[in-house]
């Protein structure tokens, strides 16, 4: 896990950071999962996530990364194998996206959070058709295009206004 | 120091821009159009509920009625007034039953814990209620 560190930030720091985060992605989780019993089915703000890309900008790749699979791990304890593997799926396609996003264009913060979400739907599409054995998940896609595109907008503020927080707990001299 | 310079880059990038809203209202309209169009679609004779890639069952729309199936340990699945909904699963999250009742050909209820899709199909010939697979 220390290989993973960006230099110029000590080893407590860092794992105390991640701890957090990944705290954090728990907590954003089980308060998706009450409020997206309000949302018609299938629909998920996407909370997590803000954590996840506030984690490509402020500490680095791999790290997000890591988190990405902690957070899949942590959706399989408590909602099950099949949401677990969903969970994963939309993770990974999402953070490829947003990364190369963040890394290799000058888009914006509510344009990026918006394309991850669709990837991050994407993702979990592509993975329930393989548990399911048929394409008829596909005619959930234009509802989930068009909440995560809501989902994206609001995530990308909300992304703006945390991360520089996160870079300064992470850089802060005590 | 690799950080300081992503965050360098970072301070450059805006919330929102002119070319980026235009890309998210062309992906909304995109969107919209996919989600209208099958509304428009004709209301289907009967439902198909696959397991898998295999059909379980057609029910006939017409009739009210409650049925389960051996391949669906736990699921109801309730015909009313022309339209099929999921009113009792063992699935986690019960995305299947939020879903509500469907009634037009493209439209679709999924479980996937218990590998479940109801998919709507036009009017068959038979006067049948139910037809197994």
């Known amino acids: 896990m220390i290989g993973l560190k960006p230099e110029k930030v000590s080893a407590a720091r860092y794992v105390a950071v991640m701890g957090m985060l990944f705290a954090a992605t728990a907590a954003l989780n089980l308060i998706e999962s009450i409020l997206s019993a309000a949302l018609p089915a299938g629909m998920r703000v996407g909370l997590a996530n803000i954590v996840i890309m506030a984690a490509i900008l402020s500490i680095n790749l791999p790290s997000a990364a890591l988190l990405v699979i902690l957070k899949a791990a942590f959706v399989f304890l408590t909602r099950g194998f099949s949401a677990g593997v969903l969970s994963l799926c939309g993770g990974a396609f999402a953070f490829v996206v947003t990364a190369l996003l963040f890394r290799k264009t000058n888009s914006t913060y509510i344009l990026i959070s918006v394309l991850g979400s669709i990837a991050h739907t994407l993702g979990q599409l592509l993975a329930a058709r393989v548990i399911l054995g048929t394409g008829a998940i596909f005619a959930y896609a234009p509802i989930l295009a068009v909440s995560s595109i809501a989902a994206g907008v609001c995530t990308g503020i909300v992304l703006k206004a945390v991360f520089p927080q996160i870079e300064r707990v992470l850089k802060k001299k005590i | 120091?690799?950080?300081?310079?992503?965050?360098?880059?970072?301070?450059?990038?805006?919330?929102?821009?002119?070319?980026?809203?235009?890309?998210?209202?062309?992906?909304?309209?995109?969107?919209?159009?996919?989600?209208?169009?099958?509304?428009?679609?004709?209301?289907?004779?009967?439902?198909?509920?696959?397991?898998?890639?295999?059909?379980?069952?057609?029910?006939?729309?017409?009739?009210?009625?409650?049925?389960?199936?051996?391949?669906f340990e736990g699921m109801i699945f309730t015909v009313a007034d022309g339209a099929i909904s999921v009113t009792e699963s063992s699935c986690g999250d019960h995305t299947c039953m939020r879903t509500g009742a469907i009634s037009r050909s493209g439209e679709v209820i999924v479980c996937v814990p218990n590998k479940a899709a109801v998919t709507i199909e036009s009017k068959e010939q038979s006067d049948l209620d139910v037809v197994l697979k």
């Not at chain 2, 969107?31 to 890639?53: E, H, M, Q, Y």
């Open chain 2, 1 to 71: 120091m690799k950080t300081v310079v992503t965050a360098m880059e970072n301070k450059e990038r805006k919330v929102i821009n002119k070319r980026d809203t235009i890309i998210i209202v062309l992906i909304i309209i995109i969107a919209l159009a996919c989600l209208f169009i099958p509304k428009l679609a004709d209301r289907g004779g009967c439902a198909v509920i696959k397991c898998g890639d295999e059909a379980v069952a057609e029910i006939s729309l017409d009739k009210d009625g409650d049925y389960t199936f051996p391949e």
